[in-house]
T-cell receptor
Framework: DAKTTQPNSMESNEEEPVHLPCNHS???????IHWYRQLPSQGPEYVIH???SNVNNRMASLAIAEDRKSSTLILHRATLRDAAVYYC???????????FGQGTRLTINP | DTGVSQDPRHKITKRGQNVTFRCDPI?????LYWYRQTLGQGPEFLTY????????KSRLLSDRFSAERPKGSFSTLEIQRTEQGDSAMYLC?????????????FGPGTRLTVT
C-alpha cells in the first residue's frame, strides 16, 4: 500500500485559511488522493479526492503538485467545527480498502 | 436517507464472551466495509463485501472473527471468545457500485470494551 506522510498536528485560527500538507512520494500513476476527516467521537467523513488536477467542492480544495508527490488540503475559512483529525489516503480506482495513517490533528482557536 | 447505522453503539463484555455487531448501510450501496480503530490510531481495514460476497479479509481478522452479509443488505460482525485486545471502535462503511474511485460513507461505530 502506498504510504503518505502528514504532520502529527497543526493549529490555526477561526475564519483563517488552513493548508494541510501531505507527502506521497511513492504514488503510482493510477492512485487517487483522498482526504477524510474524523471529528471527535464520530466515524470518518469523506472530504475530497483528486487524481491530477486541483479539485474544489463545498467543503475544501485539493491542490496537487505537478509531480503528484505531494498535495495540500485547503480549508478556505476554518470554523471551530473543522477541528478534527484529517487523513490523506492513496487509493486505486474502484473498490479499495482505505489505508489510514496517523493523520493530522487540526486544532482551531476561537 | 439516514446514512450508515450501527448497533449497538456501545458494548461492554467480559473476556471469553461472544459479541455480534450489526451494520445497516445506505440503501442500494453494494459495497460494505468493516474497520477497527484503537485509541489514537487511524482505522484499520478488516474486511469488505460486494453485495453478499466477502471479497477481501485482512490478516487482522483472526479465526475468532467472522463477518456476513447474507442478503447483500445489512452485515454482522461476530467476535468469538473476546480478548482484552479486541477492545476498540468497530466502524462500518458503505459505498455505491460506481466506476470511479470509492467514496466511503462511515457509520458512527460500535465501541467495544472487553473487561
Amino acid at each position: 500500500d502506498a504510504k503518505t506522510t502528514q504532520p502529527n498536528s497543526m493549529e490555526s485560527n477561526e475564519e483563517e485559511p488552513v493548508h494541510l500538507p501531505c507527502n506521497h512520494s511513492t504514488i503510482s500513476g493510477t492512485d487517487y488522493i483522498h482526504w477524510y476527516r474524523q471529528l471527535p467521537s464520530q466515524g470518518p467523513e469523506y472530504v475530497i479526492h483528486g487524481l491530477t488536477s486541483n479539485v474544489n467542492n463545498r467543503m475544501a480544495s485539493l491542490a496537487i503538485a505537478e509531480d503528484r508527490k505531494s498535495s495540500t488540503l485547503i480549508l478556505h475559512r476554518a470554523t471551530l467545527r473543522d477541528a478534527a483529525v484529517y487523513y490523506c489516503i492513496l487509493s486505486g480506482q474502484g473498490a479499495q480498502k482505505l489505508v489510514f495513517g496517523q493523520g493530522t490533528r487540526l486544532t482551531i482557536n476561537p | 436517507d439516514t446514512g450508515v447505522s450501527q448497533d449497538p453503539r456501545h458494548k461492554i463484555t467480559k473476556r471469553g464472551q461472544n459479541v455480534t455487531f450489526r451494520c445497516d448501510p445506505i440503501s442500494e450501496h453494494n459495497r460494505l466495509y468493516w474497520y477497527r480503530q484503537t485509541l489514537g490510531q487511524g482505522p484499520e481495514f478488516l474486511t469488505y463485501f460486494q453485495n453478499e460476497a466477502q471479497l477481501e479479509k485482512s490478516r487482522l481478522l483472526s479465526d475468532r472473527f467472522s463477518a456476513e452479509r447474507p442478503k447483500g443488505s445489512f452485515s454482522t460482525l461476530e467476535i468469538q471468545r473476546t480478548e482484552q485486545g479486541d477492545s476498540a471502535m468497530y466502524l462500518c462503511a458503505s459505498s455505491p457500485l460506481a466506476g470511479g474511485p470509492d467514496e466511503q460513507y462511515f457509520g458512527p461505530g460500535t465501541r467495544l470494551t472487553v473487561t
